[in-house]
């Protein structure tokens, strides 16, 4: 049973980074095959995909977010990591860090296999 868990602070300041950590057990960020994604849900509208890093490293974002959202991983750890720069109160949102297959489109939530339950951030000063 694969779980993820997302964590970083709740509250950040505009113009301010945030960082967020999702920390993976009962199964590898190196697995072949997965994407590994992170997805949020601002208040009163939908999800929305950030970007995703592969289990082979390599990185693809939503053109939207891409200069301001790089992925990273620590494969000792089993964790990815998002920074997301000069945020705003539109960044407000509950985070979450998903896992889906190589063969789905990220932006086809229902098809995520595994979920963290989420983490609200806020931006306000």
């Known amino acids: 049973q694969v779980q993820l868990q997302e964590s970083g602070p709740g509250l950040v300041k505009p113009s301010q980074t945030l960082s967020l950590t999702c920390t993976v057990s009962?199964?590898?960020?190196?697995?072949?095959?997965?994407?590994w994604s992170w997805i949020r849900h601002p208040p009163g509208k939908g999800l929305e995909w950030i970007g995703y890093i592969a289990y082979s490293g390599s990185t693809y974002y939503s053109p939207s977010l891409k200069s301001r959202t790089p992925i990273a991983r620590d494969t000792s750890k089993n964790q990815f990591t998002l920074q997301l720069s000069s945020v705003t109160p539109e960044d407000t949102a509950v985070y979450y860090c998903?896992?889906?297959?190589?063969?789905?489109?990220?932006?086809?939530?229902?098809?995520?296999?595994?979920w963290g339950e989420g983490t609200q951030v806020t931006v306000s000063a």
């Open positions: 009962g199964g590898s960020i190196t697995s072949n095959n997965y994407y």
């Open positions: 998903a896992r889906t297959s190589v063969e789905v489109d990220p932006e086809k939530y229902n098809e995520y296999d595994y």
